[in-house]
Nanobody, 119 residues
Framework: VQLVESGGGSVQTGGSLRLSCVASGRDASPYAMAWFRQAVGKEREFVAEINSNGDMTFYADFAKGRFTISRDNAKSTASLQMDSLQPEDTAVYYC?????????????WGQGTQVTVSS
C-alpha cells in the first residue's frame, strides 16, 4: 500500500491550501482515512478523520471551522481543505489509512507534505 500526499506549499497568514492523498495498492474504500501533522520539535498530532463512506468526520479542536476533510472512494483519494491558515499550522502533514485502534493508530502512512504559513 502506498499513500502519496500532495498540495503542500507556502502561504501567508489567512491563506488556503488543499492537500490530497492518493492510495494505491489496495482498495481504500472500506477503511477510515485521516490527516495528521507534525511540527518541528513537536509530536505528531491528529488533525481530522473521515469514515469509510465519507458521511462521518471528526476534527481536532484547532481544525474545527477551518479545515474540511473529504474523500472520493472512486479515485481512492482523501483531501484536506485548509482555510484561514495561521503560522502555527506550519508542519508536515501526513495522510493515513486503515484505523486499527485508537484515533492515533493507523496502519498505513504517507511520506508527508510540507505546509508553511508565514506571517
Amino acid at each position: 500500500v502506498q499513500l502519496v500526499e500532495s498540495g503542500g506549499g507556502s502561504v501567508q497568514t489567512g491563506g488556503s491550501l488543499r492537500l490530497s492523498c492518493v492510495a494505491s495498492g489496495r482498495d481504500a474504500s472500506p477503511y477510515a482515512m485521516a490527516w495528521f501533522r507534525q511540527a518541528v520539535g513537536k509530536e505528531r498530532e491528529f488533525v481530522a478523520e473521515i469514515n469509510s463512506n465519507g458521511d462521518m468526520t471528526f476534527y481536532a479542536d484547532f481544525a474545527k471551522g477551518r479545515f474540511t476533510i473529504s474523500r472520493d472512494n472512486a479515485k481512492s483519494t482523501a483531501s484536506l481543505q485548509m482555510d484561514s491558515l495561521q503560522p502555527e499550522d506550519t508542519a508536515v502533514y501526513y495522510c493515513a489509512l486503515e484505523r486499527v485502534g485508537s484515533i492515533y493508530e493507523y496502519k498505513y502512512w504517507g511520506q508527508g507534505t510540507q505546509v508553511t504559513v508565514s506571517s
